[in-house]
């Protein structure tokens, strides 16, 4: 790895009603944050905020008087993830490595803005490196460092009634996994690489990142979700406390589920926000 990417931050997962979808999401057993508009933008997200120091921020647009965000296009085709936030602690060394290392990426940008907690609203600030498109054609990603972590990763919202701890991996759907590792490989650094005929795996401190051949995942996940367009990322893999215990969980409230042939618990992308989600 280059060292300057530390693990996954956040996934951004965009859907057209946020009021429903964060119902979904607490009937599957997680925490919600409170809603946070942002103003300006035209946006507003609820976050699972999750004990391994990462979350999935679950985005929808909130006004229509506003510029239509990047991922408006994306989410006229389906729900579920459009990006995955790579965390750094030191954006200004993350973007001289990649350009070492060829890569075409943006001065880091500073902001702020209020988000709701449970506390109350608070200024949060993120300092962000967007990565070019065409450097990592599988899917988005770019490079977030928090500056005020500890004011959004409060100890009501990291506890989840699923037993969820953190983003154990997140997989894709690629047509080309040549051009997945030569990507990967020089964003995290080719000892971060494990390669396969049908898939890609890139390990990050806490969070994998899979990419696999759709014939492979057709293979492991079967007929449970067919993406509308590649590449695509499609499941959000959480680790969990005690597999027993969702299991339980999910029964108890009778979320339908199904088991991989490792005992994942596979919950189905309509029952969620359009990603297939499975507890570990």
């Known amino acids: 790895m280059t060292g300057t990417i530390d693990n996954v931050d956040h996934t951004m997962v965009p859907v057209h009603n946020l009021d429903e979808s964060a119902r979904k999401m607490r009937q599957l ?17 609820r976050c699972i905020m999750l004990a391994e120091q990462n979350y999935v921020e679950i985005i929808a647009i909130d006004s229509i008087d506003a510029p239509q965000p990047p991922f408006a296009k994306s989410l006229q085709n389906r729900e579920g993830t459009y990006a995955v936030a790579l965390a750094s602690e030191n954006a200004a060394a993350a973007v001289v490595a990649f350009r070492k290392n060829g890569m075409i990426v943006n001065d880091p940008f500073t902001f702020s803005r209020m988000a709701t907690t449970s506390n109350g609203e608070t200024e949060v600030s993120f300092t962000v490196i967007m990565i070019d498109p065409n450097e990592l054609p599988q899917g988005m990603m770019f490079i977030c460092q928090h500056h005020s972590r500890e004011k959004l990763f409060t100890d009501d919202v990291k506890s989840h ?7 154990h991996s997140i997989t894709a759907i690629v047509s080309d996994l040549d051009v997945a590792a030569d990507s990967y490989g020089k964003l995290f650094g080719w000892d971060r690489i494990a390669r396969s005929e049908d898939f890609l795996t890139v390990s990050t401190e806490k969070t994998s990142l899979i990419f696999m051949t759709e014939n492979y995942f057709i293979s492991q996940y079967g007929a449970i979700y067919q993406p509308p367009t590649l590449p695509c990322f499609c499941v959000l893999s959480f680790s969990v406390a005690s597999r027993l215990h969702t299991r339980e969980f999910l029964l108890n409230a009778e979320i339908p589920f199904t088991e991989g042939l490792d005992g994942q618990l596979r919950i189905a992308p309509q029952e969620g926000c359009g990603d297939i989600i499975e507890f570990i």
């Open 161 to 167: 009634l699923n037993g969820a701890l953190g983003i």
């Open 29 to 45: 057993g997680f925490t919600l944050t409170p809603k946070s508009v942002h103003k300006g933008l035209g946006t507003a997200n």
